[in-house]
T-cell receptor, first 113, second 116 residues
Framework: EDKVVQSPLSLVVHEGDTVTLNCSYEVTNFRSLLWYKQEKKAPTFLFMLTSSGIEKKSGRLSSILDKKELFSILNITATQTGDSAIYLCAVVNYGGSQGNLIFGKGTKLSVKP | NAGVTQTPKFQVLKTGQSMTLQCAQDMNHEYMSWYRQDPGMGLRLIHYSVGAGITDQGEVPNGYNVSRSTTEDFPLRLLSAAPSQTSVYFC???????????????FGSGTRLTVV
């Protein structure tokens, strides 16, 4: 059964801390891995990772994929209260002409002042 | 540029009632889908469509119907609402049937449904 597992499920840190969110996966036809940030409403796209070892970076956020060990991490440095959100990891499962995203349960990050 | 629009934003139903959640996109996206999000369960795919006239089931399709008569609209119908269908529902779209491979999805703002 295809699955995406995120850890931890929740995390409380203080402003300025650095956090690492984990995503491991087992899917039949892996194509890519995506990270989303969900605040109060719709998930918003952060990164798409396709190749191992190539870091994607956007400001204080960065992510990397390990296709051999089947996991990805999302790092947030110098956290701010605005980083408080649920972070979703999703894997593109694509074989033949069909495919979809498989989501993990998310990591709820709370950043305290 | 409206993107993906979902209506209503909130809804309370009684058990056994039927209703339709609306989803419309103005980006000429071929691919549209419905997800439900429950605490501790993540996002789970209900139904999806790769183009007008084409729909298919996702992970949790029971109790829901969909149709895709136009490219723009992808309504989700609850035939006889049950408390287990209390959830937040998201509609998502992508430019082509394989566009999500490069672009991920664009999500609507969600519909919070409570069935009592």
């Amino acid at each position: 059964e295809d699955k995406v597992v995120q850890s931890p499920l929740s995390l409380v840190v203080h402003e300025g801390d650095t956090v690492t969110l984990n995503c491991s996966y087992e899917v039949t036809n892996f194509r890519s891995l995506l990270w989303y940030k969900q605040e109060k409403k719709a998930p918003t796209f952060l990164f798409m990772l396709t190749s191992s070892g190539i870091e994607k970076k956007s400001g204080r956020l960065s992510s990397i994929l390990d296709k051999k060990e089947l996991f990805s991490i999302l790092n947030i440095t110098a956290t701010q209260t605005g980083d408080s959100a649920i972070y979703l990891c999703a894997v593109v499962n694509y074989g033949g002409s069909q495919g979809n995203l498989i989501f993990g349960k998310g990591t709820k990050l709370s950043v305290k002042p | 540029n409206a993107g993906v629009t979902q209506t209503p934003k909130f809804q309370v139903l009684k058990t056994g009632q039927s209703m339709t959640l609306q989803c419309a996109q103005d980006m000429n996206h071929e691919y549209m889908s419905w997800y439900r999000q429950d605490p501790g369960m993540g996002l789970r795919l209900i139904h999806y469509s790769v183009g007008a006239g084409i729909t298919d089931q996702g992970e949790v399709p029971n109790g829901y119907n969909v149709s895709r008569s136009t490219t723009e609209d992808f309504p989700l119908r609850l035939l006889s609402a049950a408390p287990s269908q209390t959830s937040v529902y998201f509609c998502a779209s992508s430019p082509t049937r394989t566009g999500f491979l490069n672009y991920g999805y664009t999500f609507g703002s969600g519909t919070r449904l409570t069935v009592v």
